[in-house]
């Protein structure tokens, strides 16, 4: 395949020499357990990111969400997120399957700074854990449990630049890409409709969020 991009920074010699280091804050602000800082932070995120890859380096990000604290924290050391019903494509559990690393962010409405943790995962099944997450009268049939490596706060540029909470920089609904539309697109070779998919999303929606 052709590579367009010509200037390309292939060395962290490379990189050091064009944008610097670190300063010793940055540095040293990393912490391999769950304090108590961190356990707050995690039981007021409704939303999470979750990057994992496959043994080839495939990477894929997938958000988990639910009610704020929906993650449990079982030690020091461990947490586990639950697995809502989804698309059943599992994107994430097949990648941990074959490669056990995971990144995560942990996201708090109104709040800039997010909540980074990175470590080892693996598919859970264990009823005493699960049961502690049951929502909405349904027990998740599986979970992802992770063993904590790092944990440290990231900072709010991203979302200053962004301006995601600030809803005075929302564009309106009508302007707003819609996904049904994008769906029936991409899998036109299917014959689907706009409409037939508008109507899976909505019964998705309505019936299987847990």
Not at 105 to 113: R, T, W
Request: glycine share 6%; net charge neutral; hydrophobic share 35%.
């Amino acid at each position: 395949m052709k590579n367009i991009f010509q200037h390309i920074i292939d060395s962290e010699q490379q990189l050091r020499e064009l944008c610097g280091y670190p300063n010793e804050v940055v540095q040293n602000k990393s912490i391999t357990v769950i304090d108590r800082h961190c356990r707050d932070f995690i039981a007021r995120s409704p939303l999470i990111f979750v990057a994992t890859s496959d043994s080839s380096g495939n990477c894929d990000v997938s958000p988990r969400g639910d009610g704020e604290g929906f993650v449990l924290v079982v030690d020091d050391k461990h947490l586990v997120i639950p697995e809502r019903p989804g698309n059943r494509r599992f994107d994430s559990l097949r990648n941990l399957i074959s490669n056990p690393r995971v990144g995560l962010i942990f996201m708090i409405p109104s709040l800039e700074e997010t909540l980074r943790i990175n470590g080892r995962a693996c598919i859970v099944k264990d009823p005493l854990l699960l049961n502690q997450m049951e929502a909405h009268g349904k027990t998740p049939v599986l979970g992802i449990g992770v063993e904590v490596e790092e944990c440290y706060i990231h900072c709010a540029k991203a979302f200053k630049r962004s301006h995601l909470w600030d809803n005075q920089y929302w564009p309106s609904k009508e302007s707003l890409p819609k996904p049904a539309a994008i769906i029936a697109e991409h899998a036109k070779h299917l014959g689907v409709s706009v409409d037939d998919v508008a109507k899976g999303l909505k019964e998705s929606y309505e019936k299987r969020l847990y």
